[in-house]
T-cell receptor
Framework: GDSVTQMEGPVTLSEEAFLTINCTYT??????LFWYVQYPGEGLQLLLK?????DKGSNKGFEATYRKETTSFHLEKGSVQVSDSAVYFC?????????FGTGTRLTIIP | NAGVTQTPKFQVLKTGQSMTLQCAQD?????MSWYRQDPGMGLRLIHY???????DQGEVPNGYNVSRSTTEDFPLRLLSAAPSQTSVYFC??????????????FGPGTRLTVL
């Protein structure tokens, strides 16, 4: 079946550092791609999404570009903050079913 | 709108007990799903529903039952709890594809421990 592979964590960065979390998927066709974020003790919140090739999703300074040629959807942020500490999940799919990566725990130190 | 709500937040069961995890949404969404989250495994789909009266199995359905009698509610039943069902359970909902929507919205989760 379909799978999503994302960068193993945990990842620890200093405040204002550049962030990249890699994500690749195996689904054929043009699935919608998502990044969800889970803050400590909370549920998942949609961070950003892209629905077709070359689309760029963006929110709260985070960006990810739908790359069909490399089946990737890497998450980036130019300058991370302590408040960005959370677990980040890459996912592909849509209304009925989402296939998730295993999650990447990000810790930002002041 | 309250969005997606789940009860209880925490539950401890003994092996063999049964219980129902409740999920409700007030967004008039057609699609609802149940996932479980386990360390190092991300979220895995248990069951989903594309509308009232219609349900289907996901990746890990064994040991769980669902039904969807109304648009708003989608309860998950554990028939005979096992320690392997210790997990955090998330309910999600989304609008229909015909509405141009493809995003699932998640509830806050239920942390279940089976002893």
């Amino acid at each position: 079946g379909d799978s999503v592979t994302q960068m193993e964590g945990p990842v620890t960065l200093s405040e204002e550092a550049f962030l990249t979390i890699n994500c690749t998927y195996t689904a054929t066709g043009y699935p919608s791609l998502f990044w969800y974020v889970q803050y400590p003790g909370e549920g998942l919140q949609l961070l950003l999404k892209a629905t077709k090739a070359d689309d760029k999703g963006s929110n709260k300074g985070f960006e990810a570009t739908y790359r069909k040629e490399t089946t990737s959807f890497h998450l980036e942020k130019g300058s991370v903050q302590v408040s960005d500490s959370a677990v980040y999940f890459c996912a592909e799919g849509g209304n009925e079913k989402l296939t998730f990566g295993t999650g990447t725990r990000l810790t930002i130190i002041p | 709108n309250a969005g997606v709500t789940q009860t209880p937040k925490f539950q401890v069961l003994k092996t063999g007990q049964s219980m129902t995890l409740q999920c409700a949404q007030d967004m008039n969404h057609e699609y609802m799903s149940w996932y479980r989250q386990d360390p190092g495994m991300g979220l895995r789909l248990i069951h989903y529903s594309v509308g009232a009266g219609i349900t289907d199995q996901g990746e890990v359905p064994n040991g769980y039952n669902v039904s969807r009698s109304t648009t708003e509610d989608f309860p998950l039943r554990l028939l005979s709890a096992a320690p392997s069902q210790t997990s955090v359970y998330f309910c999600a909902s989304s609008a229909s594809i015909s509405a141009g929507a493809d995003t699932q919205y998640f509830g806050p989760g239920t942390r279940l421990t089976v002893l």
